[in-house]
């Protein structure tokens, strides 16, 4: 079992959708979060980084951590075509900490 | 705010051959340095990474080595490219109480 899991997709939508992305992980001990967003031929982008469990909102974008559940979210309101990409869930120890990713979720915003 | 600097985009070399890619940063000192492959479809694989100059961590046995001359320069080399050494190669960054921010990637085939 990998140590974090995330559905390869693809992930289909139309423009205006709701999307919820999500990740399960399995080492508790995890405590800082984040998002990327992956364009093709592109380096993945930092898209949100959360410490602990709680929501964070930023513009269309809400990431969600439930660590009793260790499970978590990534939520686009609105969603644009442009928002076609692969998103990557990771997640440390630490602050300084190595991360661990999860394997990518490919979504499709179609107009 | 950091700024990752990787070239080149993309590059064809032969088996056989070295190979020397380049890593630059900027707007932070003293930072962690981390060089990444990504299989087509596939997650994030972490080769190296570098806590100061001269400080080299290896995470996998490979054909691959790196080397941190400066500061801000982190490089990735090889004597003689095998056929899987194929991928895409991102340098990674993390300066002090920063979550990690990715370069642009090179693309590298084999051939």
């Known amino acids: 079992q990998k140590e974090v899991e995330q559905d390869p997709g693809p992930l289909s939508v139309p423009e205006g959708a709701i999307v919820s992305l999500n990740c399960t992980y399995s080492n508790s001990a995890f405590q800082y979060f984040m998002w990327y967003r992956q364009y093709s031929r592109k380096g993945p982008e930092l898209l949100m980084y959360?410490?602990?469990?709680g929501n964070k909102e930023d513009g269309r974008f809400t990431a969600q951590v439930d660590k009793s559940s260790k499970y978590i979210s990534l939520f686009i309101r609105d969603s644009q075509p442009s928002d076609s990409a692969t998103y990557l869930c990771a997640m440390s120890l630490w602050a300084g900490n190595m991360l661990t990713f999860g394997g990518g979720t490919r979504l499709m915003v179609k107009p | 705010s950091q700024t990752i600097h990787q070239w080149p985009a993309t590059l064809v070399q032969p088996v056989g051959s070295p190979l020397s890619l380049e890593c630059t940063v900027e707007?932070?000192?003293?930072?962690?340095l981390y060089w990444y492959r990504q299989a087509a479809g596939r997650g994030l694989q972490l080769l190296f990474y570098?806590?100061?100059?001269?400080?080299i961590s290896s995470e996998v046995p490979q054909n691959l080595s790196a080397s941190r001359p400066q500061d801000r320069q982190f490089i990735l080399s090889s004597k003689k490219l095998l056929l899987s050494d194929s991928g895409f190669y991102l340098c990674?960054?993390?300066?002090?109480?920063?979550?990690?921010?990715f370069g642009d990637g090179t693309r590298l085939s084999i051939l």
């Open positions: 959360t410490y602990s469990s």
């Open positions: 707007g932070t000192s003293n930072p962690n």
């Open positions: 990674a960054c993390r300066g002090a109480g920063q979550p990690q921010h």
């Open positions: 570098s806590v100061g100059i001269g400080q």
